[in-house]
C-alpha cells in the first residue's frame, strides 16, 4: 500500500479549511498551516467577517469558470442543510439593481437554483430598473468554518497556528505538496508577493431581527445594499466597497447610512419605527481579498533545500465570492492536484527506466 501524500494547506478561512477537507477526505494527510483560525477575530482573516450568502456574480462580474464553481457550491451547501450546526439556511432573495447589467447571463443559474424568476416593473422599488428573486441559502460565516474545521479534524487532519512569512517555511521534509489559501496575505507572502492582489473593505452592522426571513441586494455603481438573515435570528446589515482602503476601525457615517438604506429596502427591519428600536450586536469591518485577474488555480513546482519536489498549488483571490464559489474553487484546486500528481508519478516511472 502506497504511503499517503502529506499535504500543507496555508490558511484557515472558508478557501483554506475547504480545500484541507476535500483533499483529507481523498487519502491524502493534511495540516492546516495557519496564523487565524475559526474563533479568531482579525482584520486580515476575511471568513468571519462575511455576510454570507450564495449569490452568484458571474452575470455582474464576469470572471472565468466563476459560474462553474458556483453552481457547483450551491449543490453542495443545499446537501448540507439539514446537518446540524452548520449556521446555513435557505431563504428567498429578491436582488435589485439600478441599471441592468451589460452583460447579464442571469439564465444560467435558473436551471438548479428553485422558484427563479425575473420580476415585473411594477414589483421593482422605485429607481430599481430589473430584479430577480429566487431561493438560495444563507451562510453564517463564523459558525459555518467552525463547523468545516470540525469535519476536517474528525477526517484526520490537524492544525497548527503558525506565522509563515514565506512559502518555503511550509517545505517540511516529508511534505510533498502545499497549498496557497493566503487571501489577501497573498500580496505580501514571501514567494508569493502577488501584486495584482488588493483589498476591498466591507462595512456590516449585525443586528438581532428573527422576524426578517428574506434576504434583499440592491446593486447600483460603487454602491451595494444587503439584508441577510441567518439561521440564529441575526440579520446582517450592509455594506461597502472599498478598494484599498485598509482602514480597520467601523466608520459612523457609513454605519449611519447603512442603516438608513437597508431600512428604506425592507421597512419591516424596524416596521416604521425609526431606527433607534433596532438592536444591534456588532459593527464589523473586513477585507475583502480582490485580485485584478480573478481567482488565482495554478500549479508551479519549486523544490525544498533538499532538492526535491514540492507540488505547490494556489487557490486564492475570490473577491466577494469566496464562499459563493467556495466548493467549486477547491475542488478544482484537488483536481489540478490529482493531475500534477498524475504527471509525476508518469516522470518517475519514465525515470526509473532511464
Known sequence: MSKKKKVNVIGAGVIGIT??????????????????????????????????????????????????????????????????????????????????????RGDWFKEFVPKFRELPPYKLPPGVEFGLAYTTITINGPKY????????????????????????????????????CTGIGARTFGGVQDSTVFPTR???????????????????????????????????????YEENNLNEKPNLKTT???????????????????????????????????????????????KNDKGKDIIICHNYGHHSYGYSSSWGSCLEAFELIEAAMTNERGNEKLNSKL
Open 19 to 104: 480545500t484541507a477537507l476535500i483533499l483529507q477526505r481523498n487519502g491524502y494527510q493534511v495540516q492546516i498551516l495557519a496564523e487565524h483560525c475559526p474563533g479568531d477575530s482579525h482584520i486580515n482573516y476575511t471568513s468571519p467577517w462575511a455576510g454570507a450568502a450564495w449569490r452568484p456574480h458571474f452575470y455582474l462580474y464576469p470572471k472565468k469558470n466563476v459560474d462553474k464553481f458556483e453552481r457547483i457550491s450551491f449543490k453542495a451547501f443545499w446537501s448540507l442543510l439539514q446537518i446540524p450546526d452548520t449556521g446555513l439556511m435557505s431563504t428567498t432573495i429578491y436582488d435589485y439593481m439600478d441599471k441592468k447589467p451589460v452583460v447579464y
Open 145 to 180: 468554518i467552525r463547523w468545516l474545521l470540525k469535519q476536517f479534524t474528525i477526517a484526520g487532519g490537524k492544525i497548527k497556528k503558525v506565522h509563515l512569512s514565506h512559502i518555503n517555511e511550509s517545505f517540511d521534509d516529508d511534505v510533498d505538496i502545499v497549498v496557497n
Open 202 to 240: 466591507g462595512q456590516t452592522v449585525t443586528v438581532w431581527a428573527p422576524h426578517i426571513k428574506t434576504s434583499c441586494f440592491r446593486s447600483k455603481f460603487n454602491c451595494i445594499t444587503y439584508i441577510i438573515p441567518r439561521e440564529d435570528g441575526e440579520v446582517v446589515l450592509g455594506g461597502t
Open 256 to 302: 449611519e447610512s447603512i442603516i438608513q438604506r437597508c431600512r428604506e429596502l425592507c421597512p419591516e427591519l424596524t416596521s416604521s419605527k425609526g431606527a433607534h428600536v433596532l438592536k444591534i450586536i456588532s459593527y464589523e469591518v473586513g477585507l475583502r481579498p480582490s485580485r485584478i485577474d480573478g481567482i488565482r488555480l495554478e500549479i508551479e513546482i519549486k
